[in-house]
């Protein structure tokens, strides 16, 4: 199944089929009218639904016709925002209609590559049948702000360079970004998993979203090796490090890195980056600061910097 939408209500079409209990999104009461006249076929020659069944696109049209007469009898003007709760109530039923499906599909790309990704979410829109439901948005509308997105979005925004490509979800929870290119490998995945039913088709998010290399960074600051507190917290951090680190693409470290530019000092900090490195499996990226060239943090007419450790350091400039 399919549902062609404006971009600017990609807001609406997200709470209408997030898993479990989202808030309902920040929208103003002409906004809604538009968004649900234009699902049930106002100003259209058919509805913007896509699907081999019209008893299924019958129905939808029926229960967005009557969420939009609940919000148009709503006491407050057109450019007013709808009180959150208000907007609940109205699209109750639409919601468990659209609610229904064991997994859901959201377009994402840009206009020059748009056709391609579009061709895939119309063909899977028909071939994913009663168990999926592909949200395709109109890209004519230029860009869009999404506020009190369902977290499963923020995959999106983590993988901007792999665009276009196609955001997966479950009732369940479980969540991927596949790129076009294994966007259509892993919907047949989806589909061979339907048939072992929903708890299958959310492992296979599941376990192809952790096959995707993470771009999150973890960030670390003012370790100050050489003073008591480092020396105390260096075993807790390096156990808590060894259980998060598959999770992030890279480690930053940004200074101070030791509390004075000593020997001693920046040996324990080489130390601990090199212990970081082996857990990561990455090179740590480190970035100093004034303690890490000057006494105490300090310099005074020149006197008090101190440059030969820092310059041991190893890293380089540019990390894309």
Not at 55 to 79: H, M, P, T, Y
Not at 197 to 212: E, M, P, T
Request: aromatic share 10%; charged share 25%.
């Amino acid at each position: 199944m399919g549902w062609k939408f404006h971009l600017e209500y990609t807001n609406i079409a997200a709470y209408l089929t997030a898993p479990g209990d989202p808030l309902a999104p920040r929208m103003t009461k002409w906004q809604l009218k538009d968004c649900l006249g234009s699902l049930s076929g106002e100003k259209r020659e058919r509805p913007p639904l896509i699907s081999n069944e019209p008893e299924w696109i019958r129905i939808i049209v029926e229960k967005a016709r009557a969420a939009f007469r609940q919000v148009d009898n709503l006491q407050c003007s057109d450019k007013e925002n709808v009180n959150p709760r208000e907007i609940k109530k109205c699209l109750i039923e639409l919601r468990a209609a659209l609610n229904k499906f064991h997994y859901f599909g959201l377009g994402v790309g840009r206009g020059e590559n748009w056709s391609e990704l579009e061709a895939f979410l119309q063909e899977a829109a028909f071939s994913s049948g009663s168990y999926g439901l592909f949200l395709i948005p109109d890209l004519q509308f230029g860009e869009v702000t999404i506020l009190d997105a369902f977290p499963q979005a923020a995959l999106i925004v983590e993988q901007p360079g792999t665009w276009p490509g196609v955001l997966f979800w479950t009732t369940l929870g479980g969540a991927a970004f596949a790129p076009l290119s294994e966007a259509q490998k892993l919907h047949f995945d989806i589909l061979e998993a339907a048939k072992m039913g929903l708890k299958a088709i959310d492992n296979s998010l599941r376990q192809f979203c952790g096959h995707v290399e993470s771009r999150r960074v973890l960030h670390l600051s003012d370790l100050h090796f050489g003073t008591d507190a480092a020396l105390r917290n260096e075993s807790y951090i390096t156990a808590h490090l060894h259980s998060v680190a598959s999770t992030v693409g890279r480690i930053v470290i940004t200074g101070d890195l030791f509390d004075n530019p000593r020997e001693r000092d920046a040996l324990a900090f080489r130390n601990f980056r090199n212990n970081l490195s082996r857990i990561s499996g990455k090179e740590t990226i480190v970035v100093p600061g004034n303690h890490d060239q000057r006494i105490a943090g300090n310099s005074f007419l020149g006197f008090g910097r101190r440059t030969q450790e820092l310059a041991k350091l190893e890293w380089t400039t540019l990390f894309v």
